[in-house]
């Protein structure tokens, strides 16, 4: 999924002409892992004109209207893969870190540190996608 290919389809949905193949792109990549959090990304990206933001939410709205269902509590933990998840928290933290770092989040060094430090591959990886978003800003 190439990302200047999804934001020309969003602007392209906006007008009459290719309208019809730009939605037919869309809908064909939207089952892809990661493109519900691409969508957030677009949405929060200041660079990119009004349109294709407007775009990328009503993408990520019908997203959400046309795939969130209620489900038991069994049912949930299989309702987002282990990456999906952490593309998740991690484009949350990112946009944590956007608007409060490092004025008003000023312990995230010492928070950070001691999930450097862990022994747990799985809290290490965490906190090293964390500071991976952190450089990306």
């Given at each position: 999924m190439d990302i200047n290919h999804v934001i020309e389809a969003l602007r392209s949905t906006t007008v009459a002409e290719g309208q019809g193949q730009a939605l037919d792109y869309l809908k064909k990549i939207s089952p892809m892992i990661g493109f519900p959090q691409l969508l957030l990304r677009l949405l929060h990206d200041e660079q990119l004109d009004g349109v294709v933001r407007h775009?990328?939410?009503?993408?990520?709205?019908?997203?959400?209207?046309?795939?969130?269902?209620?489900?038991?509590?069994?049912?949930?933990?299989?309702?987002?893969?282990?990456?999906d998840k952490v593309i998740h928290l991690c484009t949350a933290i990112q946009i944590i870190m956007r608007n409060d770092f490092p004025e008003r989040w000023t312990g995230f060094g010492d928070e950070i540190l001691p999930l450097l430090r862990s022994s747990e591959a799985e809290t290490l990886l965490g906190a090293l996608f964390i500071l991976h978003r952190l450089c990306k800003m």
């Open positions: 775009a990328a939410a009503i993408c990520f709205k019908n997203i959400v209207c046309q795939h969130w269902e209620v489900v038991d509590d069994e049912q949930k933990q299989w309702t987002l893969n282990e990456q």
